[in-house]
């Protein structure tokens, strides 16, 4: 089993809906919590980055943590075409520059 | 803003030669990463190094070996490429602090390598 599991999609939606994309991990060690986005041919940017449990806004972007699940999810509201993109999860136990646990990313398309 | 950059976007090489990809940051990070990149297998740690002339193996480091001689440079060499290795290869650094956001790592734009 994975440590980070992530649901590799694709994704379809339409032009304003609301996107709900969710990663689960089993090491409870975890306490840092990254969403980066890919575009088409370029390296992951960070999108979020949450600590513990809790939720994280930022614009039309929330990032959600259920320590107690193991179970983190990005919400993206009204979304656009240029939200069209891969969104890699990633977490670590310690914030000290060291090695990320990354899921496998979840294809997004929002169609206009 | 930080910035790191790989030496290719994309390299042919045939089965065989020897293959260097370089990457190099700006933000004095201590931690360099390299990854490939591959559909339905998602990104994988094949070497790491937390300072000058230290290097750590990530999780496929087999075929693979690395050099950082200097903070801002970190290499990653193929000894003799072979078809399995076209992937996508992104190199990535952070930093070693305090901050609430430490564990950021910054990606380089990726060199797309196919082996012939």
């Known amino acids: 089993q994975k440590e980070v599991e992530q649901d590799p999609g694709p994704l379809s939606v339409p032009e304003g809906a609301i996107v709900s994309l969710n990663c689960t991990y089993s090491n409870s060690a975890f306490q840092y919590f990254m969403w980066y986005r890919q575009y088409s041919r370029k390296g992951p940017e960070l999108l979020m980055y949450t600590y513990s449990s809790g939720n994280k806004e930022d614009g039309r972007f929330t990032a959600q943590v259920d320590k107690s699940s193991k179970y983190i999810s990005l919400f993206i509201r009204d979304s656009q075409p240029s939200d069209s993109a891969t969104y890699l999860c990633a977490m670590s136990a310690n914030n000290q520059g060291g090695k990320l646990i990354f899921g496998q990313g979840t294809e997004l398309s929002v169609k206009p | 803003d930080v910035k790191v950059t790989q030496s290719s976007r994309y390299l042919v090489k045939r089965t065989g030669e020897k293959v260097f990809l370089e990457c190099v940051q700006d933000m004095d990070h201590e931690n360099m990463f390299w990854y490939r990149q591959d559909p339905g297998l998602g990104l994988r740690l094949i070497y790491f190094?937390?300072?000058?002339?230290?290097?750590e193996k990530g999780d496929i480091p087999e075929g693979y070996s690395v050099s950082r001689e200097k903070k801002e440079r970190f290499s990653l060499i193929l000894e003799s490429a072979s078809t399995n290795q076209t992937s996508m290869y992104l190199c990535?650094?952070?930093?070693?602090?305090?901050?609430?956001?430490?564990?950021?790592?910054?990606f380089g734009p990726g060199t797309r390598l196919t082996v012939l």
């Open positions: 190094s937390y300072d000058v002339k230290m290097k």
């Open positions: 990535a650094s952070s930093s070693t602090g305090t901050s609430f956001d430490t564990d950021t790592q910054y």
